[in-house]
C-alpha cells in the first residue's frame, strides 16, 4: 500500500521479535520496524518505509483504534455518549464500527437506576472480557477483526457507583469514567497503553459540556436530544441519580440556542430538551442581577428539601426563547419534577403552538404516606389540584407518569390509593417498575426492603393493567380528530405501503403513503416523506396506538393558524 510517498503494512507476528520476511520484502531496504506501544499488542508491527519525500510519525501511522458503543438507560445517556463520540473525535477517534468484535476500544454506558439494568451490563461485560481474553484465538477463527485485545471502558451511572468492583473484577475493565469526566477519556485511554487503570468519576459543580458539539448517532434523524442541564438536587429517598450524577447546574441559554440552530440547519424538525430534572433549569450565568432563591416559585402545594441559592433564567424563559425562535420546530422535555411547574411554564406550553401539548408528570405512588417516605415533596392530594390545573390551562394536554410498585413499607391501601390514582388521571402512558433498593441512597440507609418480590409482582401487574384500561380511553378520543403528524418513516407492520410517525401528544400514528396535497407548494400533490409535517385524518385506535387518512402535507405554523382561524370562524358562527 502507498500514500504519500511510503509504504506501509501490517503483520502479526508469532514471537517477541519482528517476523524477517515481511521486512526483506521492501524493495528499498531502508525499513524501519515499529512495534505497538502497548504490552498487550506486542504481536502488532507496522513497517515503514523511510524512503518519503515527507516526514512522519508513528501516530500517522497507527491508527488510533476504532470505538464500539453501547448505551443502556435513559436519553440523558444517549446524549452523553454523543458528547464522548465527539470527545474521542477531536482526539484522534474517527471511526465507529457496528460490531465489537471490530473494535479496539469498547465503550458501554451504564444505568444504576435499577438492580436488572446492572445485569444486563454485568452480562455484556462478561462477552467483552471474553473478547480480550480470548483475542488470539477469535481472530485466528475470524470472531474477532479487532487489531489488538480490545480496551473495555465502562461509563455512566454504573462507573461512579461501583468503581472499585467493576475494578476489581479480574482484568474486565481498561477504563471507568463517570458522567462527569468524559473530557478526560483520551488521557484515561493513554493509561492504559502504559499498564495502568484508567478511573475519573469526580462529580463536578460546573460541567455542563456546554461547548461540546455532539456527534450525533442517528445519522439524518428528523429528532435530536439536547442536554440543557445536569445533576439533581431533589434527593428522593429511593433515588441514586445524585449521588451518581451529582448536583444540578444548567449550561448558558445562548448554548442551548446555538445548539438547536445548528440542529436546524441538518433538517431536524423536533428537540427533545434533557435534563435529570429539566424543570429546575436555572441560568444564572448570563443574568447580572440575579434573585433571591427565596423567590423560587414551585407548584402550589410542593416543596423541596433542597434550597435555590439565586434565581436567573428559568425554564420557561428558555422554552419560550426556542419555541420563538425555532417556529417551525417542535419541542419536547423530559424529565421534570411536579414541583417545578409555575404557572408561567403552563402559560407558555399553552401559547406557543410548537412546545408539544405532553408533560411528562412523574407521581411514583398516589399513597401520601408513601411519597412521605419517598421525599416526594407532595401529597396524593396535592398531585391531583396539579393535574387539574395544567388540564384547566390546556386542556388538549397529554400526560405520562412514572410509578414504582413495592417501595418500603407500601400496604395494599397505599397500592390501591395508586390504582385509583391512575383511574383519575387517565394517563397516555407510563412507566412502571417493581421496587429496587440501591445501595447509598435514604431508603437503604434508613428503611427496610420489606415488601416481598412476589407481592410487588403482582401489585405490578395489577397496575399495569389499570393502566392500560385507563390509556385506551386517551387514544379512542382520539378517533375523527386531525392530529399534526411529524412523519418518522415506514410503519414496521407495513412497510411498503404505510409511514408513521408522532402526534403532538406524542401518540404512534400510521397512515398510507398516497399522494396528497402539499398546502406549501399550490397544493401539489406528492407523496410524503421523512420529516414532513401531515394532517391526519384518525379514525381507528388499538388502543397502544392511531390509524388514520393522511389528508395533506403542511408547515407547522400553517397548521395550527388554519385551526385557529376555523375555530374564531365556529365562535362567530355561533354568536
Aim: aromatic share 8%; glycine share 6%.
Amino acid at each position: 500500500m502507498s500514500t504519500s510517498g511510503f509504504h506501509w503494512r501490517q503483520v502479526i507476528g508469532n514471537s517477541s521479535s519482528p517476523p524477517f520476511h515481511a521486512q526483506s520484502q521492501c524493495r528499498c531496504h531502508r525499513c524501519c520496524c515499529f512495534r505497538s506501544p502497548t504490552r498487550e499488542t506486542a504481536r502488532i508491527y507496522v513497517f515503514v518505509c523511510l524512503n518519503f519525500s515527507s516526514s512522519i510519525t508513528l501516530s500517522d501511522v497507527l491508527p488510533s483504534g476504532r470505538i464500539y458503543h453501547e448505551t443502556y438507560g435513559c436519553q440523558m445517556n444517549v446524549n452523553d455518549m454523543e458528547i464522548v463520540l465527539s470527545i474521542m473525535k477531536k482526539a484522534g477517534y474517527s471511526e465507529i464500527v457496528e460490531a465489537p468484535e471490530s473494535a479496539e476500544i469498547i465503550f458501554i454506558n451504564t444505568c444504576a437506576i435499577r438492580d436488572n439494568a446492572e445485569q444486563k451490563v454485568w452480562q455484556r461485560l462478561n462477552y467483552f472480557w471474553f473478547l480480550k481474553r480470548q483475542w488470539k484465538k477469535n481472530v485466528a477463527i475470524g470472531r474477532s477483526q479487532s487489531l489488538h485485545p480490545p480496551k473495555v471502558v465502562v461509563l455512566g451511572c454504573m462507573a461512579e457507583r461501583l468503581k472499585d468492583k467493576i475494578l476489581d473484577a479480574d482484568k474486565m475493565v481498561d477504563v471507568v469514567c463517570g458522567p462527569d469526566a468524559y473530557r478526560d477519556l483520551p488521557r484515561l485511554l493513554e493509561e492504559v497503553d502504559s499498564g495502568q487503570k484508567g478511573i475519573n468519576t469526580l462529580l463536578s459543580l460546573e460541567e455542563t459540556y456546554a461547548d461540546i458539539n455532539p456527534v450525533r448517532i442517528a445519522k439524518n434523524s428528523i429528532s435530536a436530544f439536547v442536554s440543557i442541564m445536569r445533576g439533581c438536587n431533589n434527593m428522593c429517598s429511593f433515588c441514586i441519580v445524585p449521588f451518581t450524577r451529582g448536583r444540578e447546574r444548567s449550561r448558558p441559554v445562548e448554548s442551548v440556542v446555538r445548539e438547536v440552530g445548528e440542529l436546524w440547519k441538518e433538517g431536524v424538525k423536533e428537540v427533545t430538551l434533557l435534563g435529570q430534572n429539566v424543570n429546575s433549569y436555572n441560568d444564572t450565568s448570563g443574568v447580572e442581577e440575579v434573585e433571591s432563591g427565596t423567590n423560587w416559585k414551585y407548584s402550589d402545594g410542593f416543596n423541596s428539601i433542597a434550597k435555590v441559592k439565586n434565581v436567573g433564567l428559568r425554564f420557561a424563559d428558555l422554552l419560550d426563547r426556542l419555541a420563538v425562535e425555532y417556529p417551525e420546530m417542535r419541542f419536547r422535555y423530559t424529565s421534570p419534577h411536579p414541583k417545578d411547574f409555575p404557572d408561567d411554564l403552563l402559560y407558555v406550553m399553552r401559547n406557543r403552538n410548537n412546545i408539544c401539548k405532553s408533560i411528562h408528570l412523574p407521581a411514583q405512588s398516589g399513597s401520601s404516606s408513601v411519597l412521605e417516605r419517598m421525599r416526594r415533596g407532595y401529597t396524593g392530594e396535592a398531585y391531583l389540584e396539579l393535574v387539574k390545573k395544567i388540564r384547566d390551562i390546556i386542556p388538549e394536554i397529554g400526560i405520562s407518569s412514572d410509578f414504582i410498585c413495592g417501595f418500603c413499607g407500601e400496604t395494599e391501601e397505599d397500592h390501591q390509593d395508586t390504582l385509583n390514582l391512575v383511574k383519575t388521571v387517565g394517563y397516555d402512558m407510563a412507566y412502571m417498575f417493581a421496587y429496587s433498593m440501591r445501595e447509598k441512597t435514604h431508603a437503604h440507609r434508613n428503611y427496610a426492603d420489606d415488601v416481598p418480590e412476589n407481592v410487588k409482582q403482582r401489585r405490578l401487574t395489577e397496575l399495569i393493567e389499570t393502566f392500560r384500561d385507563s390509556t385506551g380511553q386517551c387514544y379512542d378520543s382520539k378517533i375523527g380528530s386531525v392530529q399534526l403528524v411529524l412523519v418518522e418513516g415506514p410503519n414496521r407492520r407495513a412497510p411498503d405501503i404505510e409511514l408513521i410517525g408522532k402526534s403532538d401528544r406524542g401518540h404512534r400514528v400510521s397512515f398510507t403513503n398516497t399522494p396528497i396535497p402539499d398546502r406549501d407548494n399550490n397544493d401539489v400533490k406528492r407523496s410524503p416523506k421523512v420529516g414532513d409535517f401531515v394532517e391526519v385524518n384518525v379514525l381507528k385506535s388499538t388502543r397502544a396506538s392511531l390509524h388514520g387518512e393522511a389528508v395533506a402535507i403542511t408547515k407547522l405554523s400553517s397548521f395550527y393558524s388554519d385551526m385557529h382561524e376555523e375555530q374564531r370562524l365556529a365562535c362567530v358562527s355561533t354568536a
